[in-house]
């Protein structure tokens, strides 16, 4: 088989990979021992699966393999964040590992750039290449894993795309990662910019991860501006699904803020949120502005607005203000992006 027409174990359930070791004329047993070695034991090569006959383990390297993708840079910032640039064939994706107090949370992206285009934010100016794969999808996290001496135990898809718009493969690799993996559903979180068709997917789907929504203003026109996929999914019907969401899973929705100068700080703002949110059981996570190139030239609010902008706010909803980490190594929020020529 050509290396071309071979497909990546990662990505498939214990169940999916029992299915192809019976193919082989395989045990049930020996494809929990293969998922094992993927999931539990982080293993890059077929060689390493040292209960696995040798047999076996030539039979499923002709048809298969484990990783497309590879740590080419890593970027540490004083912080602690770790930056990593990861190729996947010809293309470039950006992860972040970001160590807290009490844990350590990967940042991760589900598409090559954002067709989405919010104009502060680095991913949406480097443009579109593609969706990742559920499979390139959890090989970031494990590719992290690796690398880490820590036990990586929260996941934020944040990175680099709209998971949404990749909806398949995102919802496969939560799947496979709180189950195969054994990362807490509910120390998964899916931020979207607020796609209609993929929000009324999740309601269905019964799944206890967090859902975060970037937000950025109330008002429906500077949305259009702000967040371009409003001028589809309006903010209206956005905010009635959310309603939609908190009533039929019980959980509670984090509503993100980015703060731009002069843009969407001010007093007014803060009381059309109040006015927009009512009756919404939700977090409000403000986000200071993280300096890109553009021509825009957006500037973070001032930290003494954000905390007036905050207090209005805790009148009504708990309201936190996000640390930024890893900026000086542009891996902050909105900073990731597309790496040409590598
Ligand atoms: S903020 Fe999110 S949705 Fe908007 S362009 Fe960046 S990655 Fe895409």
């Given at each position: ?12 359930d ?9 193919s ?30 040798k ?52 940042c ?32 970031q ?36 990662l ?7 559903i ?71 803020y980015v ?10 703002h ?15 996570n ?27 706010l ?29």
């Amino acid at each position: 088989m050509k290396e071309k027409e071979k497909e990546s174990l990662i990505g498939k359930d214990t169940n999916e990979i029992i299915e192809i070791v019976k193919s082989f004329n395989e045990k049930d047993y020996r494809g929990k021992q293969i998922s094992k070695w993927i999931y539990q034991k982080f293993t890059d090569n077929f060689e390493n699966m040292s209960d696995i006959s040798k047999d076996l383990r030539n039979e499923l390297s002709k048809k298969y393999y484990l990783y497309n993708g590879q740590i080419i840079k890593t970027s540490n910032s004083d912080d602690g964040t770790i930056k990593y640039l990861i190729k996947f064939n010809n293309d470039t994706i950006e992860a972040v590992n970001i160590f807290q107090k009490y844990h350590l949370t990967a940042c991760i992206s589900t598409q090559v750039g954002c067709n989405v285009k919010c104009p502060f934010c680095a991913t949406g100016l480097s443009g579109f290449r593609k969706n990742l794969s559920a499979s390139e999808i959890v090989q970031q996290f494990l590719l992290m894993q690796r690398e880490s001496k820590e036990r990586i135990s929260n996941i934020v898809y944040m990175g680099m795309g709209e998971p949404l718009l990749n909806y398949d493969n995102t919802i496969k690799s939560v799947k496979i990662l709180n189950k195969e993996v054994g990362i807490g559903i509910r120390n998964i979180t899916i931020s979207t910019s607020g796609i209609l068709k993929g929000m009324e997917k999740i309601i269905k789907e019964n799944l206890q991860f967090n859902l975060a929504i970037s937000l950025h203003t109330a008002d429906e026109e500077q949305r259009n501006k702000l967040v371009p996929i409003n001028k589809n999914n309006p903010l209206k019907d956005l905010l009635f699904l959310c309603k939609k969401y908190v009533q039929e899973t019980n959980r509670r929705i984090t509503f993100e803020y980015v703060m731009l100068n002069n843009i969407n700080d001010s007093i007014d703002h803060a009381k059309l949120l109040i006015e927009k949110l009512k009756g919404i059981h939700c977090h409000i996570n403000l986000i200071p502005h993280n300096k890109i190139y553009s021509s825009e030239n957006y500037e973070s609010t001032p930290m003494n607005k954000i905390k007036l902008f905050k207090d209005i706010l805790s009148e009504y909803f708990p309201t936190t203000i996000r640390v930024s980490r890893g900026r000086e190594k542009d891996s902050a929020c909105g900073q990731l992006r597309i790496i040409q020529g590598v």
